[in-house]
């Protein structure tokens, strides 16, 4: 009997396997995919960090197994939202995943504010027409250097002028090739937010 009460009250191997494996994954989301982009930049001969950010979010629905979930009126979708910030190379500086009903302009202050290092020496953000607002701008401009600038829908297709705002879209694409991340299928948002920076982590390292 106390045999079997001590086989009880130990946790299984694969459970602690689990765990182990799964604070990897949460450092390798937290700082893996930052070392890599920086290390490219400098292969370029860029400083490592950068002074121009695009940033944009992607709303994508949810499987039967997520749970987390919030509902996009603009895109009528039900499920997530991504959170992203690129820089010239179309390289990720931050990402943040939010239920997609939270609104862009706040998903963006959320991504800056937990990412504070990586937009010390930003001074310019590029963004479109869903981040308008002087509120968005003023609580940019208290978090960070950065001036914002806002890319109208109808400036959007002027290539010549503004070419710079497609990049992020390449990025976003660049997700699309990995049949897991076509919907949400995460439980967790932060599981999710580790598949997708598992994801650029393969990117970066087999093509640059």
């Known amino acids: 009997?106390?045999?079997?009460?001590?086989?009880?009250?130990?946790?299984?191997k694969w459970l602690s396997l689990v765990l182990k494996n799964l604070f990897i994954l949460t450092d390798w989301q937290r700082a893996g995919f930052k070392k890599i982009v920086a290390d490219r930049r400098l292969r370029q001969g860029r400083s490592a960090r950068t002074s121009f950010v695009i940033l944009d979010a992607q709303s994508i629905k949810n499987t039967a197994t997520a749970e987390n979930k919030g509902y996009d009126g603009g895109k009528k979708i039900s499920g997530i939202k991504r959170h992203l910030a690129v820089d010239i190379n179309g390289f990720p500086q931050a990402i943040h995943i939010t239920r997609a009903n939270i609104t862009d302009r706040d998903g963006a202050i959320a991504l800056v504010t937990l990412n504070l290092e990586q937009f010390k020496l930003v001074r310019t953000m590029m963004v479109d027409?869903?981040?308008?607002?002087?509120?968005?701008?003023?609580?940019?401009?208290?978090?960070?250097?950065?001036?914002?600038?806002?890319?109208?829908?109808?400036?959007?297709h002027q290539f010549s002028v503004i070419p710079q705002r497609w990049l992020i879209e390449r990025s976003f694409s660049w997700l699309g090739n990995y049949h897991?991340?076509?919907?949400?299928?995460?439980?967790?948002?932060?599981?999710?937010?580790?598949?997708?920076?598992?994801?650029?982590?393969?990117?970066?390292?087999?093509?640059?």
């Open 1 to 12: 009997m106390n045999y079997q009460k001590r086989e009880l009250d130990q946790k299984p």
């Open 129 to 156: 027409s869903g981040y308008t607002g002087q509120n968005f701008a003023n609580e940019i401009s208290s978090l960070t250097s950065a001036k914002v600038i806002v890319v109208k829908w109808n400036e959007l």
């Open 180 to 208: 897991r991340l076509w919907r949400n299928c995460e439980r967790k948002l932060n599981t999710s937010l580790m598949m997708v920076s598992l994801a650029f982590i393969r990117l970066l390292l087999k093509r640059y």
